[in-house]
């Protein structure tokens, strides 16, 4: 079954096997994470678990995630196209990509946000932050998830199945131009605003970031620790200083 559906791709035009099957793969990926986070809000609350808690808000949020695994998984495997993904097991060499793909991200996190702030340019208002504003913990909540979901299952999407789609079809430059634009595309409603543009833009570099150093480690691992790192990062920063532990910057 799954040899069959390979077999007959292989016999499509690359235009249409490359961004065919990327529009496929979202397609997929943005239905499993509505039928989860459906599935997940009447477990919660079967269970009894406050609608408006910030646990409540954090689960929500993770099933969305397993969504994205389930649709990745799913497709590599009825297609029978696990080639497509860096599934090397990292070693201790890939600790530099892990290192210097977090520290970019968060230079360039930095260093964009400073920028801006020094145009006077928006960067536009985050959903995240929107939802945790009132109950900050909930960016405490917010670290296992991305850590145990987003992270691996973001990366196995966008860089382990779109890159690998576009990069077959294409090479490696354009794999990781097209999986970046997917994934920023991808986020295009956590952000509103004047300068959604902006932060879109930022979201764009930081998922090139993340294809570069996947396609240098050829492990699927190192994106996802340095992604994982990264938000990370981001949520503790934000809670700190939500809860006025330290000044904004």
Same mark, same amino acid.
């Given at each position: 079954?799954?040899?069959? !559906?390979?077999?007959? /791709?292989?016999?499509?035009? +690359?235009? !249409? ?5 990327? =529009?496929?793969?979202?397609?997929? !990926?943005? *239905? ?8 997940g /809000? ?6 009894g ?6 646990? #409540? ?7 969305? @995630?397993?969504?994205?695994?389930? =649709?990745?998984?799913?497709?590599? /495997?009825v297609?029978?196209?696990?080639? *497509? ?10 600790l530099?990509?892990i290192?210097? %793909? @977090? ?7 930095? +260093? ?16 995240? =932050?929107?939802t945790?504003?009132?109950?900050p913990?909930?960016l ?5 998830? /991305?850590?145990?979901?987003?992270a691996?299952?973001?990366? *196995?999407?966008f ?14 430059? @354009? ?8 994934f920023?595309?991808? $986020? ?6 004047? %300068?959604?543009?902006v ?6 570099? *930081?998922?090139?970031?993340l294809?570069?150093? #996947?396609?240098k ?7 996802? !620790?340095? $992604? ?22």
């Amino acid at each position: 079954m799954a040899s069959d !559906v390979s077999s007959q /791709t292989s016999d499509l035009p +690359a235009p !249409v096997r490359a961004f065919g099957s990327v =529009a496929l793969v979202v397609v997929l !990926v943005l *239905l499993c994470a509505s039928i989860f986070v459906s599935f997940g /809000t009447a477990i919660f609350r079967t269970v009894g678990i406050d609608r408006g808690s910030a646990l #409540y808000i954090a689960l929500r949020s993770g099933s969305q @995630f397993v969504g994205f695994g389930v =649709a990745a998984v799913g497709y590599l /495997t009825v297609t029978d196209q696990w080639e *497509l993904v860096y599934r090397r097991v990292p070693s201790l060499r890939d600790l530099k990509w892990i290192t210097a %793909g @977090f520290g970019v991200l968060l230079v360039l996190y930095l +260093a964009i946000n400073v920028g801006l702030t020094a145009l006077g340019i928006d960067s536009g208002d985050s959903a995240v =932050a929107a939802t945790a504003e009132g109950q900050p913990v909930l960016l405490l909540y917010y670290i296992p998830v /991305t850590l145990l979901l987003v992270a691996p299952t973001e990366e *196995l999407v966008f860089r382990g199945v779109v890159q690998g789609l576009f990069r077959r079809e294409y090479g490696v430059p @354009f794999a990781i131009a097209g999986s970046s634009l997917t994934f920023a595309s991808i $986020h295009a409603t956590s952000f509103t605003g004047e %300068g959604a543009v902006v932060s879109l833009i930022v979201v764009l570099i *930081l998922g090139g970031v993340l294809g570069i150093v #996947y396609e240098k480690s050829e492990s699927l691992v190192v994106p996802v !620790v340095a $992604h994982g790192l990264y938000n990370t990062v981001q949520f503790a920063a934000t809670y700190a200083m939500a809860v006025g532990l330290v000044g904004s910057v």
